[in-house]
């Protein structure tokens, strides 16, 4: 994924002057809008496509935002989604939030508090998008290594050195060194203190604080 890929924003909301309002605003700073009238419509016809995030109106005729939101987490799609409340649904929201939302925005919106919010949904999905695409990188990786390599593999990942992981699978230090030389290549780097980093967790991704 690169920077040039389009950045979408998807609005769901039953008040078509909302949705326009919202399209436009997302529309003057470069970004691409997609309305929906709808829960349903939304689910009926989009394929989510990354970078991207969704505004939704809470109250909707049908299915609501939080039932949308729901169907959502129980589909595993990982969208940001930004919850547009009026003043009443502020309790709910925060709720919500604690079930998947990333944030919400009160209407009447401030338009740069509501772009705000927007761009850091969609960096968050940026990040998530990242993070899946070197997963899948590395598990390719994985997959190219012999049986030997990847025991060499696990050791390394424990710190081990070539010595260690020698006397730990019973081979010479200079084969060890051979099976160590082939993974970095496989891995694309040049040390195993940079093979560990390809590993380390990922910070964790955190929800806004309204």
Do not use: W
């Amino acid at each position: 994924m690169t920077e040039q890929d389009p950045q979408i924003v998807y609005v769901v909301d039953d008040d078509a002057a909302m949705r326009d309002s919202i399209a436009e605003l997302v529309d003057s700073v470069g970004m691409r809008a997609e309305t929906y009238p709808s829960a349903q419509a939304f689910l009926d016809v989009c394929k989510p496509r990354h970078p991207c995030c969704l505004v939704l109106d809470v109250r909707m005729p049908g299915m609501s935002g939080l039932t949308l939101l729901e169907r959502l987490q129980t589909q595993g799609a990982p969208i940001p989604v930004i919850l547009l409340t009026s003043h009443g649904d502020v309790p709910m929201a925060v709720d919500s939030m604690k079930g998947g939302a990333f944030d919400f925005v009160q209407k009447p919106y401030r338009e740069q508090a509501l772009l705000d919010c927007i761009q850091a949904a969609l960096s968050l999905d940026r990040d998530r998008q990242n993070q899946r695409e070197t997963g899948h990188r590395l598990d390719q990786c994985v997959s190219t290594l012999t049986s030997r390599e990847r025991d060499v593999f696990d050791q390394m990942l424990a710190g081990s050195t070539s010595k260690e992981i020698a006397r730990a699978l019973d081979i010479s230090p200079r084969t060890a060194e051979v099976h160590r030389r082939n993974v970095l290549r496989k891995f694309k780097v040049h040390s195993t203190k940079a093979l560990i980093a390809l590993f380390a967790p990922a910070p964790a991704a955190t929800q806004r604080a309204s």
